[in-house]
């Protein structure tokens, strides 16, 4: 059974760091894509990093971009997000997601995290 376990979420000050991980199990960790997403308070999902099966390549959302970095630990079965410099625009509950094909921007993910609340105070 695929299980994604998210972990490190909070409540922090603006300008505060945060590090997200995401624990996988269940499925050949090195073969997939893996990507994290956020959901606001009364706001769409939204793409927010994403990472190749290596970890060679990157890929962020505009808004996030020098501000969170995305990596993986093959060996740990693990995905990590560091989020820096947070913004109270960046409260929301925090997903990571797993596929094996696919375009690592779109939603469109095979396996999805229960969450984690992020919660950045001005």
């Known amino acids: 059974q695929v299980q994604l376990v998210e972990s490190g979420g909070g409540l922090v000050q603006a300008g505060g760091s945060l590090r997200l991980s995401c624990a996988a199990s269940?499925?050949?960790?090195?073969?997939?894509?893996m990507g994290w997403f956020r959901r606001a308070p009364g706001k769409e999902r939204e793409f927010v990093a994403g990472?190749?099966?290596?970890?060679?390549?990157?890929y962020y959302a505009d808004s996030v971009k020098g501000l969170f970095t995305i990596s993986r630990d093959n060996a740990k079965n693990t995905v990590y997000l560091q989020m820096n410099s947070l913004k109270p625009e960046d409260t929301a509950v925090y997903y990571c997601?797993?596929?094996?094909?696919?375009?690592?921007?779109?939603?469109?993910?095979?396996?999805w995290g229960q969450g984690t609340q992020v919660t950045v105070s001005s």
């Open positions: 997601a797993a596929k094996r094909l696919g375009v690592i921007t779109s939603a469109k993910y095979d396996y």
């Open positions: 990472i190749t099966r290596s970890g060679s390549n990157t």
């Open positions: 269940g499925l050949g960790f090195s073969s997939q894509i």
